[in-house]
């Protein structure tokens, strides 16, 4: 590689001013979330205030989501970015676009892994949310996979206890609903 100034360079100052291109590339994309934050914020409340009808504030998601799924890459892998793709797969559930919303928390599934228990407790909704799609699938098998292992981090939650009753149930399996 050439430098204009001093006409060959070494691998070191390569490295330095790549760094420096996904130094750059870090703060841009953190800037943009930072500003799609505001900007999704902005846009909840005029939906919640009757100022914005809710297909346009699914778009306003959708946007979000896609800008999401796309800084991850930026950012590098990290605690912040597994958070930030979870985020991302649940506003594609919310807005209905399940095969996305499976696309993007799957992929969750070997990070989530690696954590520690108390750590994965963070992310007891991606199973919930894994097992809603499936159960809406009718493959009950999965469904009852995923809500096992979110109610196995979160066992309190009544919500998702009833959410596998019902799974038991469509499955046949009415000794296990109850």
């Known amino acids: 590689?050439?430098?204009?100034?001093?006409?060959?360079?070494?691998?070191?100052?390569?490295?330095?001013?790549?760094?420096?291109k996904s130094e750059d590339n870090k703060s841009r994309a953190r800037l943009i979330i930072n500003v799609l934050v505001w900007a999704f914020l902005i846009a909840y409340f005029a939906y919640s205030n009757?100022?914005?009808?809710?297909p346009v504030f699914d778009d306003a998601k959708r946007v979000v989501a896609d800008v999401l799924v796309?800084?991850?890459?930026?950012?590098?892998?990290?605690?912040?970015t597994l958070r930030v793709?979870?985020?991302?797969?649940?506003?594609?559930?919310?807005?209905?676009?399940?095969?996305?919303?499976?696309?993007v928390l799957e992929a969750?599934?070997?990070?989530?892994?690696?954590?520690?228990?108390?750590?994965?407790?963070?992310?007891?909704?991606?199973?919930?949310?894994?097992?809603?799609?499936?159960?809406?699938?009718?493959?009950?098998?999965?469904?009852?996979?995923?809500?096992?292992?979110?109610l196995g981090l979160e066992p309190q939650n009544f919500h998702y206890q009833l959410c596998l009753g019902d799974v038991y149930t469509k499955a046949g399996k009415q000794s296990q609903a109850r």
Do not use: W
Request: aromatic share 12%; net charge negative.
């Open 108 to 150: 969750t599934l070997p990070r989530i892994a690696q954590l520690d228990n108390v750590q994965q407790r963070r992310y007891a909704s991606v199973f919930f949310v894994l097992g809603e799609i499936e159960a809406e699938k009718a493959l009950f098998k999965r469904a009852e996979d995923f809500f096992v292992r979110g």
């Open 1 to 20: 590689m050439l430098d204009s100034d001093h006409g060959l360079i070494g691998p070191r100052k390569v490295i330095c001013r790549f760094m420096e």
């Open 50 to 54: 009757g100022y914005l009808e809710k």
């Open 85 to 103: 793709q979870v985020e991302a797969g649940k506003l594609y559930f919310d807005i209905g676009d399940n095969e996305r919303a499976l696309d």
């Open 70 to 80: 796309k800084s991850i890459d930026a950012f590098g892998s990290s605690s912040s």
